[in-house]
């Protein structure tokens, strides 16, 4: 699907974060270092991630407040976002704990596929164009790639 042209800049960011995901899986399948990958997740969250949540937060969210949008969809957004957050603080102390590394790769990777399967095309039928043409003028474009992290554990 297409996504409106004003969210797009979310969308790509979603896009990498797909690979972010692909990438813990597969550095996950090749046993690489526990502490290796949460320093990459860590690294994610502080370059990525975190400025992507604000977006959704302070940007996007508000637009639809006065909207019909079902509020159990918001709901579940910020449960996920606070969840993965929980993560990301638990990889900060703990970095060798893969199990949260599992759980936090799959957690990302469904949270990203609700976004733009159920949460943005149910924002893109309620807001109006002048609304969405707000927010994307509030949306930071930049072409961040997971990838370009030097160490290279998927490998």
């Given amino acids: 699907m297409q996504r409106h042209e004003q969210l797009q800049p979310l969308s790509r960011q979603h896009h990498n974060g797909l690979l972010a ?5 597969k550095g996950i399948a090749k046993s690489a270092a526990a502490n290796v990958m949460a320093a990459f997740i860590v690294d ?9 949540f604000e977006s959704e937060e302070e940007v996007l969210i508000p ?26 603080d638990s990889l900060k102390s703990n970095a060798d704990d893969l199990s949260t590394i599992k759980v936090f790769t799959e957690l990302l990777e ?7 399967k159920i949460y943005f095309p149910e924002a893109e039928k309620l807001l ?18 997971c990838m370009k992290y030097p160490v290279k554990f998927w490998e």
């Fill in 44 to 52: 994610f969250w502080k370059n990525d991630l975190k400025e992507h």
């Fill in 21 to 25: 995901a692909l990438l813990l899986k």
């Fill in 110 to 116: 469904k949270h990203i596929r609700f976004e733009e």
């Fill in 63 to 88: 637009a639809l407040i006065d909207t019909s949008l079902d509020k159990n969809l918001t709901q579940q957004l910020l449960k996920e976002h606070a969840l993965i957050r929980s993560y990301i």
């Fill in 128 to 145: 109006s164009e002048e609304q969405l043409q707000k927010i994307g003028e509030q949306l930071k474009e930049e072409g961040k790639n």
